[in-house]
């Protein structure tokens, strides 16, 4: 009796008041070890070389999350693993805060940022079962958009907010823009050491929020899969991908779409804070902040939504080439930057939002190919994972690479040598077969 109230009373909880903050808690993590920890590492004296490497490797969680998700139906719930990740995740990020303070900061920080993505990697699939557990299809379909948002509000707020109030708190406690790493140390230390406490205390608080408002109307199966029967499942699955028609024609295509990306995703932040005489931009934490949140948000949703018109108005197999195209351009506004070098900041922020608004509209061709002519079959949920999977190897090995080619090249050439390793995505891309056809009339 008590057990059907508590169900009816969750069930009574509007998807208004956790949807947006669950997704958002999603993002926080993977944008805060992804890009904002680039900005903090570079700030503290860490060479590219040991930042991509290391903020790309600690990534794979997230890469290879598909593994562990079905044994997570084999213990609790999945409101269970969303709030025990949530409060984790908090306080993991609580001790990178402090880290910062210890001369081997840099080992201790990525280190415990390495448990982060797995926890944070755990969250996301646990979000996504209370989603669809919680939700009928016309509420699925209702707040996807809503989700959708929060996940780049988190962006917004992590990669636009945190880092131009990182650059406020380092001047307010002395460092002088252009000055050399020893000597804004100290300012920089604190200012970082606020920012990922202030992340921290977020996720807490969301975690805490989520213990009351997070719905929970799954039953523990009676019948669990034993660990075997679940690693044969998974097999199966394996295989069935591994079958399919084109399949590894299609391996190579989502592996090279996004290869230029996958070199420059960590450069880029890198390159635009790095000073003038060493081939950079010589932008403050403040000024970055403000172009990547406020117009490279803007752009990037912008961008999403005219490529979603675009596709739905005449077919992925009629427009795919183009949004290639498209997503390659920021490649062509890197270049154009490093070659130049411009010190007006409208100039350098219309090719930021270049950026952004190419990696809306493109990204959305590789996401409708895989869900459109990879997935579909009888695991479609497993299959896509898979495919996600592997795109997001195709971004990190060429992550973890790219310090190092911009430290032996310097960012110039960098980005020239990343011009031309866009050249095998159009031809695969020009070239690519469909399975199923999607003709528009």
């Not at 010190?343 to 939002?353: A, D, P, Q, R, S």
Request: hydrophobic share 50%; glycine share 8%; aromatic share 16%.
């Amino acid at each position: 009796m008590q057990q059907n109230k508590t169900a009816s009373q969750q069930k009574s909880i509007s998807p208004a008041c956790w949807v947006p903050t669950a997704y958002f808690a999603m993002g926080l993590p993977f944008i805060a070890i992804n890009l904002v920890s680039v900005f903090m590492f570079k700030d503290l004296g860490i060479s590219d070389t040991q930042i991509t490497l290391w903020t790309s490797l600690i990534m794979a969680p997230w890469t290879f999350k598909f593994l562990w998700s079905p044994f997570l139906e084999m213990y609790r719930t999945k409101k269970f693993f969303v709030l025990v990740t949530e409060l984790l995740s908090g306080v993991l990020f609580g001790i990178v805060a402090f880290s910062l303070f210890f001369d081997y900061f840099f080992a201790i920080s990525i280190s415990t940022m390495a448990i982060i993505a797995f926890s944070g990697a755990t969250h996301d699939i646990a979000c996504d079962g209370v989603y669809m557990a919680e939700l009928n299809k016309e509420n699925q379909a209702k707040y996807i958009g809503v989700q959708g948002a929060f996940y780049n509000v988190a962006k917004l707020v992590a990669n636009g907010g945190l880092v131009a109030m990182a650059g406020t708190l380092a001047e307010h406690f002395g460092a002088i823009e252009g000055a050399s790493i020893e000597a804004n140390k100290g300012a920089y230390t604190s200012a970082w050491m606020i920012i990922f406490a202030v992340i921290a205390v977020i996720m807490v608080l969301i975690g805490i929020y989520h213990i009351k408002i997070l719905p929970s109307s799954q039953i523990p199966s009676t019948t669990k899969k034993t660990t075997s029967e679940i690693e044969r499942e998974l097999m199966t699955v394996i295989e069935a991908f591994l079958t399919k028609e084109h399949i590894f024609y299609y391996i190579c295509f989502i592996l090279l779409y996004r290869l230029a990306e996958g070199f420059i995703m960590k450069i880029a932040p890198l390159f635009l804070r790095a000073s003038r005489d060493v081939g950079g931009l010589g932008l403050s934490l403040t000024e970055i902040g403000t172009l990547n949140g406020v117009f490279g948000s803007a752009a990037f949703v912008l961008g999403s939504l005219l490529a979603g018109i675009y596709v739905s108005r005449f077919g992925l197999k009629k427009t795919l080439f183009t949004l290639c195209c498209i997503f390659n351009l920021p490649f062509v506004a890197y270049t154009f930057l490093a070659v130049v070098q411009p010190t007006n900041v409208y100039l350098i922020g219309t090719c930021i939002t270049m950026e952004y608004f190419g990696y809306g509209f493109g990204f959305v061709g590789l996401t409708l190919f895989m869900m459109q002519q990879i997935a579909p079959g009888k695991h479609q949920m497993s299959h896509y994972a898979f495919a996600s999977g592997i795109m997001n190897l195709g971004v990190m090995f060429p992550g973890m690479a790219s310090g190092y080619l911009s430290d032996l090249l310097g960012y110039r050439n960098f980005f020239i040598y990343v011009l031309i390793a866009t050249i095998p995505a159009f031809l695969i891309t020009y070239f690519i077969p469909f399975t199923y056809d999607d003709s528009k009339k």
